[in-house]
């Protein structure tokens, strides 16, 4: 009984986080619940079945509360009966005997929350993100799309790496704005160093504004990634981070990291790993380290993606805003 009650919530609460669709949440869970049947017999369930509402917990020490509906539902609950007076009906005995029933009575609810979650841009800002993507960062020459006066430390040029950054971000700004749930996010740049533009906060203009900066002024520099991972776990178990949300870093490059050895970039991939951190990584052009970030993400028990455009770049962002945890917590 446990697998598809927790198939179900899984599914629905999975559906629901993408979508904040109800209905369509509970056509997820139906279907999820009918593809684990329980002694030999499809599990049907009815709208009623599903029951949204918010999950909130008081302490590390408690368990998740439920209160059932609210303006902004965070969970959803699933009643899974196989009894003699549901729809299932109880489940057969698979040897009855003399004297015992033929059937067995059993529910079982299972409740997916979609958590509340604390995350770090971790942003790269060297000097190949002022190259297009579709050419070759390779100096000299200056990008094509600079004009010939044009040196570091002036706006970036258009189009430009960078400049495709800063149009995906604001559609994982925008994409999170829409949902009910209340993310902080923090913005972490590097180049030959790293540093800490904005700290956690629940203002996402400030974090455009912090991308903004540097296309005005746009410095570039050598790329630093394992500097850029360990200022966002600074970030990320700082002084500004929540005790009890889910710790996210969206890791982006469209390089190989100059200055660390891979051994150094494992290490503070598992050092974010040993603090709770779920990392994602993101890479943009052929000149970037593909095989190296994905191994940064699995050791992060993250995803790792990979795009050649802008428009893979803007779809990949959109797709992290919905990969955020779903945690089941009954």
């Known amino acids: 009984m446990y697998v598809p009650a927790d198939a179900a ?8 986080a993408l979508q904040w669709d109800q209905a369509k949440a509970i056509t997820a869970g139906k279907a999820a619940a009918s593809r684990n049947p329980v002694g030999g017999k499809d599990f049907v369930l009815g709208d009623s079945d599903f029951v949204f509402g918010q999950a909130t ?15 902004n539902p965070n969970a959803v609950e699933v009643d899974i009966k196989r009894t003699a007076t549901s729809t299932n009906g109880a489940i057969a005995s698979l040897i009855p005997y003399a004297g015992f029933t033929a059937s067995v009575n059993s529910t079982i609810t299972s409740r997916v929350n979609q958590a509340e979650a604390d995350i770090c841009l ?13 050419e070759t960062a390779n100096f000299p020459p200056l990008p094509s799309a600079a004009l010939p006066t044009w040196w570091f430390g002036q706006a970036a040029p ?26 902080t996010i923090s913005l972490v740049t590097y180049s030959s160093g790293a540093g800490a533009d904005v700290g956690l906060t629940t203002n996402y203009n400030t974090i455009r504004t912090g991308l903004n900066n540097h296309t005005t002024a746009f410095h570039g520099g050598t790329t630093n990634i394992a500097g850029g991972i360990n200022t966002g776990v600074s970030v990320l178990t700082g002084p500004g981070a ?25 290490a503070a991939a598992s050092n974010a790993a040993d603090e709770g951190i779920m990392l994602f990584t993101v890479t943009f052009s052929s000149e970037a380290d593909i095989t190296g970030m ?26 992290i805003t919905r990969e955020i945890p779903v945690l089941i917590s009954r």
Do not use: C
């Open 9 to 16: 919530a899984r599914a629905a609460g999975r559906e629901f």
């Open 57 to 71: 917990r008081p302490s590390a020490a408690s368990r998740y509360i439920f209160t059932k509906g609210g303006a």
């Open 122 to 134: 971790v942003i790269d800002r060297s000097g190949s993100m002022a190259y297009a993507a579709t």
């Open 158 to 183: 258009s189009p430009s790496r960078w400049r495709d950054l800063v149009g995906s971000v604001d559609v994982f700004l925008t994409g999170l704005e829409s949902t009910p749930m209340t993310e």
């Open 242 to 266: 929540r005790q009890f949300t889910t710790k996210v870093m969206v890791l982006m490059t469209d390089g190989i990291d100059t200055i660390s050895t891979p051994a150094t970039l494992a």
């Open 294 to 319: 994905a191994n940064l993400a699995t050791i992060g028990s993250g995803r790792h993606y990979h795009a050649t455009t802008a428009a893979d770049l803007t779809n990949i962002f959109r797709e």
